[in-house]
Each structure stands twice: as C-alpha cells, then as structure tokens.
C-alpha cells in the first residue's frame, strides 16, 4: 500500500511540473500587450520599458519562468497589472466562492446522477433506465451558458422567485453566510453548473451496474439465496472505484469549468475572475488562476488514487 502511494506522489510531481510550464508557456505566447490595461496606446516609449521593468516583461522567458515558479512555490503569484492587488489574495477569494458552487453543484450532480444511474443498471430496459437515458443525454449536450439564460429568464423574470446575479445581496461583497438570502443565489448557478455531472454520472453508473449485474458472481450470489439489499452492496462495490474516479474528475471540471456560468449569474469566483483577466490581459492575474485551477486538478486524482484502494484493495496489486 504504501508503495502503491508513493509511486502516485511521484507520477503527481512531473504532473504538477508540466502544468506549471504549460501554464506559463500558453498565456504568455497569447496575442495582446498586457500593459495596455494600464498604459495609454500613446503612451512614451520609456513608459513602456520602466513598466516592463517593473513587471518583468523585458526578460527572456525562460528566466520569467523560473522566476515567476519560484515565487509560486512561495506562495506568492505576483500583482495584477490591472488593479495592483496581490493575485493570490483575488484568488484565494474566488477560489471560496468557487469551491462553494462547485460543492453544491457535485453534491447535486453526484448524488442525484448515483442514484438514478444505479436505478436505471438495477430495472435495464424499464421506463426508469429510458428516462435516466434520456435524461443523462440532455445533460451532457445542452450548453451551460443556454440552460442558466433559460432558468434566468424563468425564475428570475418571468416569475420572479430567485436572484439571478450575485453571490449574495448586494453582489456577495460582504461574504458569504449561511441564510436564506445567499442560499436563494446560490441556486440557480448550481443548477446549472451540477446538469452535466449529472448526465455523466447516471450514465456511467447505469453502464457499471447493469454489466456487473451480468457477471457471474452476481449470479452465484442469487442462486444462494441472497436478498436484492446484499446482491446490491456488492453490485455497488464493484462500481465504486470507478465511480470515485469519475465523480472526481467532475469536481474538478466543475473547478475549472464554471467560466461560463459563473459569467453569466455574475457569481465571483475563478471562472469570472479568469473571464476579467483575459480581456483586461492581466497575465499575472491569468497565470495564478490557471494554475490554482490545473492544481486542483492534480490534487484531486492524487486523493482518487489514494482513496480508491480503500475501497477495492485489488488495485494495488495491479
């Protein structure tokens, strides 16, 4: 076991590494100047070069890199060249309001697609294996951005029963806090945001249950007589390790898939964060949310790995 957990520390470094480096690569490779989020077009030309200097734009990329990772093992991810503020401290607040849509949507999605997926497995064929179908395939193929503009328009306008911008009153400016009144905003963004875990989960769990169902040792067990209950757990067994692979990788699209959504229900986490920063082409700002982001990433299939033999000791000896 513990082998087994030290040669999945070692593949999660090199990972880590390389995201760093794509992370750095791309966005500096990306068309626009980011001084023009704080420089005039006419602006003189030494300006232009004590800003660079400031910023340290007029070195080469390489010594950038190493720079810019060096601090970021410290914890410290630069300024925003649009607002002067500390990126990890802009981050560190969208990543919270982040983290709790993303919570609530998995919660949601998971629990939700787990269910109706073990259903559809357990009755194949039957009006609850259809409608977990059908229902799996609109998840995965309506467009975020669509789904929260038509639940906006719905319970927002028409009938007028939740918020449809904001992470609280008043914009969610004050933090966040456990009552009705920021409980209400966070609906609608979750819904939206939890539909395609949901699509996916019900499908793969459906997929599992009903191909471990037709093993063999699913028979055995009935023909010694053991209830539907017992035959389940050990269905669900079976399928677990896989379902935590999945439902992690969700939690972390979920991460950093919520641009779209939490654009447009104004919700101030990554996703809106890294929205402002491209146009504004804050690269300090871009580069410390796409990394925080990659990095959940990697920390999730690093808790996956470590969790999943727990649950199925089998994977160690693979």
């Known amino acids: 076991m513990l082998r087994y957990l030290l040669k999945r520390l070692l593949y999660a470094l090199p990972t880590a590494l390389g995201v760093t480096l794509v992370t750095f690569g791309l966005v500096c490779i990306a068309p626009g100047d980011p001084l023009n989020a704080i420089a005039p077009a006419d602006a003189p030309a030494e300006v232009i070069s004590a800003l660079k200097a400031t910023y340290g734009l007029d070195r080469p990329l390489p010594v950038r890199y190493a720079l810019w990772l060096a601090r970021a093992l410290q914890g410290d991810l630069g300024e925003s060249i649009a607002t002067g503020r500390a990126v990890a401290g802009e981050v560190a607040a969208a990543v919270r309001n982040t983290l709790l849509l993303a919570g609530a949507a998995a919660l949601l999605g998971v629990t939700l697609g787990c269910v109706l997926g073990a259903l559809a497995g357990w009755r194949a064929g039957g009006v609850v294996d259809r409608l977990a179908s059908l229902l799996s395939v609109v998840g995965v193929s309506v467009p975020h951005y669509w789904l929260g503009l038509v639940l906006t328009i719905v319970f927002s306008v028409k009938l007028v029963w939740l918020p449809a911008m904001g992470a609280g009153p008043g914009g969610g400016d004050a933090g966040w806090a456990w009552d009705s009144a920021h409980l209400r905003h966070l609906v609608l963004p979750a819904l939206t945001l939890a539909v395609i875990p949901l699509g996916i989960l019900t499908r793969t769990v459906r997929a599992l249950v ?91 299939n690093l808790l996956v790995d470590m969790v999943q033999p727990l649950v199925d000791p089998r994977i160690v000896r693979t």
């Open 210 to 300: 009903a191909e471990t169902l037709g093993q063999e040792f699913v028979v055995a067990l009935r023909a010694r007589g053991l209830s539907g209950a017992a035959v389940f757990r050990h269905v669900a067994r079976n399928a677990l390790p896989t379902v935590l692979a999945v439902a992690g990788l969700q939690l972390g699209y979920l991460m950093g898939g919520s641009i779209l959504v939490e654009t447009v229900f104004s919700w101030p986490g990554t996703g809106f964060l890294l929205n402002t920063a491209i146009f504004q082409r804050d690269i300090p700002l871009l580069q410390g949310t796409v990394l925080v982001l990659c990095m959940f990433f990697v920390v999730l």
